[in-house]
Nanobody, 126 residues
Framework: QVQLVESGGGLVQTGGSLRLSCAAS????????MGWFRQAPEPGKEREFV??????????HYADSVKGRFTISRDGAQNTVGLQMNSLKPEDTAVYYC?????????????????WGQGTQVTVSS
């Protein structure tokens, strides 16, 4: 079992910044990847991939919509993964989730991830 707890969401104006953090605890695998996903409030919106990181070497992958604005990072000592979000836009408004999967590959499909945090709300006002 792996437990994930997100923090750092909130309300920010367009162009502002926020940093999310996800603390992992429990029995993590010797090789794993972590990702950030988001789900917008509009009806029918599915959970979408934002960014992912391969734990052993820090290799990262981003959705096109956030490239150049968001940065995912990891802290091995603290067992946390962060998401620095800059130049935020109203369309970034969503509940953001941290996710964990065993293995070294970062997938963009939510079903590939085994454990999820409870989510943290990010609201960007125009």
């Amino acid at each position: 079992q792996v437990q994930l707890v997100e923090s750092g969401g909130g309300l920010v104006q367009t162009g502002g910044s926020l940093r999310l953090s996800c603390a992992a605890s429990g029995r993590t695998s010797s090789s794993y990847a972590m990702g950030w996903f988001r789900q917008a409030p509009e009806p029918g919106k599915e959970r979408e991939f934002v960014a992912g990181i391969r734990w052993y070497d820090g290799n990262t992958h981003y959705a096109d919509s956030v490239k150049g604005r968001f940065t995912i990072s990891r802290d091995g000592a603290q067992n946390t993964v962060g998401l620095q979000m800059n130049s935020l836009k109203p369309e970034d408004t969503a509940v953001y989730y941290c996710a964990y999967r065993s293995g070294n590959l970062v997938y963009t499909t939510p079903a590939r991830y085994e454990y999820w945090g409870q989510g943290t709300q990010v609201t960007v006002s125009s």
